[in-house]
């Protein structure tokens, strides 16, 4: 099997996001795989997504360039619920 670039920058990014996965769920042990499986799947998914996307730049890119504009309303959206969330919470 062959290895792109990509796969060899996927292969440095599971351990993170699985550690992140294993951090917003509340550090519980014994999740070592399925963190790992998580992880793969939700950079194959992105990877996926990058693929699609970068398509649609080439064939519609005015459809691509609005679904960028609704990507960052809803990191935008996120971002803020989590400010409140920070805001409202007691210290």
């Known amino acids: 099997m062959?290895?792109?670039m990509n796969?060899?920058?996927?292969?440095?990014?599971?351990?993170?996001?699985?550690a992140q996965l294993y951090q917003y769920s509340g550090c519980i042990e014994g999740r070592d795989l399925e963190n790992w499986v998580a992880a793969e799947r939700i950079l194959?998914?992105?990877e996926e997504f990058c693929d699609m996307f970068m398509q649609m730049?080439?064939?519609k890119p005015i459809a691509a360039s609005k679904l960028m504009e609704a990507v960052k309303l809803?990191?935008?959206?996120?971002?803020?619920?989590?400010?409140?969330k920070l805001i409202e919470s007691p210290q």
């Open 2 to 4: 062959e290895l792109s």
């Open 7 to 18: 796969n060899l920058n996927m292969q440095d990014e599971i351990p993170r996001v699985a």
């Open 44 to 46: 194959r998914s992105g």
């Open 57 to 59: 730049l080439i064939q």
């Open 74 to 84: 809803l990191i935008d959206l996120e971002e803020k619920q989590q400010l409140d």
